[in-house]
């Protein structure tokens, strides 16, 4: 299982992570070993299996459709790194 | 001058409740403690030390009163995985460093109405990721029983503040182990309850499917009574089960004589040492002295749970960890021409090392073209391991295994090797692909070093596996040892 370095940068780009180029060769090769031990997964018989996403069994969870008390707006955006009166402010998504 | 490095939370519970000490004295002792023992294993993050004496104050005056709980007045340490309302909360990241949440965590706010003292937040492996709290980006914690050595992890920082008497009682959360573990390498006891016991309202989100928040103590009847305080339903977290109210404490002691117990052979395969063996045989043994009987059994897809593991628990932290962007809170990297490289320049500097790995492992997992090959043959094989201990409930009352396969590494030991540290869980990330509950409780030591045992139930049989933990403790001095720190 060797992932070569376009698929890792492949992988970056998708979780939109900045890796440098040190980090690419030590991430393809840590990934590829890493993948290589789970190949064990081919082993286990599955057909007919049906996947598990949650091991408790839930039905849907409903509520009343009301209003609740929400934190405030200067809770909201107490934590923010930037904000512009009660917004956060981004850079330009379009430019 | 009150000493605390022994003390139990009953213990202490009953002091208050006599009025023997006040919730500010044993406060105060357990501060002067943490200033003179946590330069040495640095287990906490961040000390809350004026808070927990207003707190403190507050709990006296509730003892005063009359208004007095199991807990009132206790301290007690949070990982710091956990919102704090007005506390800094960073999850050993860089990236919140300086993140103060609005609002408590749900069994933050549920321990805070029945008047503990909070006396610290517990450093831990960067968003829980980890084995040995080295992935802290802040610093390593060290283990009370040898420095050169781990506490385990990722709550090492949680287990550690109770081995080396900091706290009676701290709180961690185990996605693959990283309660259980940590508590096996610190000779304490940490419980993993079943998956949607404990609410998981505010928690910061590591791997939704498997995450779950439990109890660190000296033994496990303090564990039973920390439980009936952060147990129960809540319609914040979806995926909170509505359960009967359950007394935990109330359900131990009495006669075990006759329970059925599973160990499986598995388990005793896959790098565990024959320390460890030799731990858990002298362990089975006492069971059998107990009046329980003992077979070996047999779940043969364990050996594919830590492959089924390090594919879902990163796919689910590829999304989970989507949220910082560095817009809403967070770190926050400015400095660039383009909102794009922003993203990923903040994400490039505000995670470490194994996040970074994990969320390059999960989007893999995930994405086109490898979705079927990975993850939902992962899902498909989670189900299998799932019927394997079904199967093996309807023969037996409790499971019983080594927590971890070997004693406490050294620091740096398996620091080049993902993999070799990712095997560090392997008795343990089972339990969480299936839901189930777990406890570690101390089995014995080799060498002077710590040796966990693991008691696994059924969903929801929490009281079956602290009862035979709690029987266990009745007649064995090991959760009595202490480090010498």
């Known amino acids: 299982m060797e992932l070569s370095k376009q698929e890792v940068l492949h992988i970056a780009r998708l979780a939109r992570l900045g890796i440098d ?66 917004y956060f402010r981004i850079r330009a998504v379009l430019e | 001058m009150i000493d605390v490095k022994s003390l139990t939370v009953i213990e202490a519970g009953k002091l208050l409740k006599a009025k023997e000490v006040s919730s500010v004295e044993l406060t105060r002792a357990y501060l002067d403690r943490i200033d003179a023992v946590d330069p040495k294993i640095q287990a906490l993050m ?28 206790v301290p007690i340490v949070f990982k710091d995985v956990l919102c704090t309302k007005g506390i800094r909360t960073t999850c050993s990241s860089k990236m919140l460093e300086n993140f103060i949440p609005p609002y408590d965590a749900a069994v933050v706010e549920r321990l805070r109405s029945r008047g503990v003292v909070i006396v610290g937040k517990a450093n831990m492996d960067e968003f829980a990721m980890g084995s040995s709290t080295e992935n802290s980006a802040y610093f390593t914690t060290r283990n009370p029983w040898d420095i050169s050595r781990v506490p385990g992890g990722s709550s090492g920082g949680s287990a550690a503040a109770v081995a080396a008497g900091l706290a009676p009682a701290a709180l961690g959360s185990d996605t693959g182990g990283s309660i259980r573990q940590p508590a096996a390498f610190c000779s304490v006891v940490g419980l993993k309850p079943t998956y949607g016991l404990v609410s998981r309202f505010g ?56 329970m059925k117990i599973g160990v499986p052979k598995e388990y005793f395969a896959q790098g565990v040492t024959l320390q460890v ?38 796919s689910e932290a590829s999304a989970n960890l989507a949220r910082y962007d560095g817009v809403k809170y967070g770190y926050s990297f400015k400095d660039t021409d383009s909102m794009w490289q922003a993203m990923e320049k903040t994400r490039a500097i505000g995670f470490g090392p194994e996040v970074k790995r994990r969320i390059m492992l999960g989007t893999y997992a995930l994405s086109a073209g490898y979705y079927d090959a990975w993850y939902v043959k992962a899902q498909k094989v989670r189900t299998v391991i799932r019927r394997e201990f079904d199967a093996a409930f309807e023969r037996y009352d409790a499971l019983v295994t080594p927590t971890a396969p070997t004693v406490p590494f050294k620091i740096g030991e398996k620091a080049a090797d993902p993999f070799s540290m990712y095997l560090s869980d392997i008795c343990t990330i089972p339990v969480n692909i299936a839901g189930l509950p777990g406890i570690s409780i101390q089995g014995g030591f080799a060498e002077g070093l710590p040796i966990g045992l693991q008691i696994i139930g059924k969903p929801f049989a929490e009281k079956t596996i602290l009862k035979l933990g709690h029987a266990f403790q009745q007649v064995t001095e090991w959760h009595k040892r202490l480090p010498n720190i």
Do not use: M
Not at chain 1, 24 to 39: E, K, N, P
Not at chain 1, 51 to 65: C, E, K, M, R, W
Not at chain 2, 52 to 68: M, T
């Open chain 2, 203 to 258: 928690l910061i989100a590591f791997a939704s499917s498997l995450d779950q928040i439990g109890p660190f103590t000296r033994d496990v009847a303090d564990n039973a009574l920390v439980l009936n305080a952060i147990a129960g339903y809540d319609p914040r977290d979806s995926t909170s089960v509505p359960q009967p109210e359950t007394d935990y404490y109330g359900c131990l002691g009495g006669s075990v004589k006759g």
């Open chain 1, 21 to 86: 180029d040190a980090e690419v060769d030590r991430l393809r090769g840590q990934l590829s070993d890493i993948l290589g031990h789970f190949t064990v997964l081919s082993h286990v018989n599955t057909e007919n299996v049906p996947p598990t996403a949650h091991t408790i069994a839930q039905s849907n969870v409903l509520g009343y459709d009301k209003p609740t008390p929400c934190l405030a707006t200067d809770q909201v955006l107490s934590n923010a790194p930037e904000r512009e009166g009660d």
């Open chain 2, 277 to 314: 063996k030799a731990a858990v045989d002298t362990a089975l043994r006492v069971y059998e002295d107990l009046g329980c009987e003992i077979e070996e059994c047999s779940l043969p897809t364990t050996d594919a749970a830590l492959a089924v593991y390090y594919i879902i628990a990163p």
């Open chain 2, 46 to 73: 961040t000390l809350t030390d004026e808070l927990a004496l207003a707190q403190a104050k507050e709990a006296d005056a509730r003892i005063a009163g009359g208004d007095v709980e199991a807990l009132t007045g």
